[in-house]
T-cell receptor, first 113, second 115 residues
Framework: AQTVTQSQPEMSVQEAETVTLSCTYDTSESDYYLFWYKQPPSRQMILVIRQEAYKQQNATENRFSVNFQKAAKSFSLKISDSQLGDAAMYFC??????????FGAGTILRVKS | EAGVTQFPSHSVIEKGQTVTLRCDPI?????LYWYRRVMGKEIKFLLH????????ESGMPNNRFLAERTGGTYSTLKVQPAELEDSGVYFC?????????????FGPGTRLTVL
């Protein structure tokens, strides 16, 4: 079965600095997708970034980028130039064939001004 | 375009009572999912509807949980009778299409507290 592990329950970053959130996963499939979701306090969870496992190039969305290490089954999220609005719970998730997402336990990100 | 909506946002009930959660997906989305996050733990998949049919209900914890999606539109998740361990946040998500991957759009969740 798929598993996703986020080993950092909480992280802090100074505004304008860079922070990296860690995620490891386990799967027996060769084709799968990986995601980072963001859930701001009392708001809906939204997709931040997506990575297809067959693509070697790391995904990037503006200030958000991933470091996808397929052999190591690692999928970290880097947030550059952190902003106060980045403060949220971040979930790493994976998806194999089908549509069932498997989530990690989440990392709370605090941004200090 | 309206997003996924869930009702109620919060529910506090006594052990043994019944609670029904509702999810309205994005219009036109055939796929509807229920997930649950028990305090401090991972968000876990409960089940997946394609239109009105249950595609995958492997995550449903036991027969106290009943999900329906009449007419392939909104869905309800009923817990009867509720137990203390059912407390958590219940998320609904929807997606369109039948590709290998379809982005899931999440609702704000219903926070259920069983006392």
């Amino acid at each position: 079965a798929q598993t996703v592990t986020q080993s950092q329950p909480e992280m802090s970053v100074q505004e304008a600095e860079t922070v990296t959130l860690s995620c490891t996963y386990d799967t027996s499939e060769s084709d799968y997708y990986l995601f980072w979701y963001k859930q701001p306090p009392s708001r809906q969870m939204i997709l931040v970034i997506r990575q297809e496992a067959y693509k070697q190039q790391n995904a990037t969305e503006n200030r958000f980028s991933v470091n996808f290490q397929k052999a190591a089954k690692s999928f970290s999220l880097k947030i550059s130039d952190s902003q106060l609005g980045d403060a949220a719970m971040y979930f790493c998730a994976s998806l194999e064939y089908g549509n069932k997402l498997v989530f990690g336990a989440g990392t709370i990100l605090r941004v200090k001004s | 375009e309206a997003g996924v909506t869930q009702f109620p946002s919060h529910s506090v009930i006594e052990k043994g009572q019944t609670v029904t959660l509702r999810c309205d997906p994005i219009s036109g989305h055939d796929n509807l999912y229920w997930y649950r996050r028990v305090m401090g733990k991972e968000i876990k998949f409960l089940l997946h509807f394609v239109k009105e049919s249950k595609q995958d209900e492997s995550g449903m914890p036991n027969n106290r949980f009943l999900a329906e999606r009449t007419g392939g539109t909104y869905s309800t998740l009923k817990v009867q009778p509720a137990e203390l361990e059912d407390s958590g946040v219940y998320f609904c998500a929807s997606s369109q299409g039948n590709l290998a991957y379809n982005e899931q759009f999440f609702g704000p969740g219903t926070r259920l507290t069983v006392l």
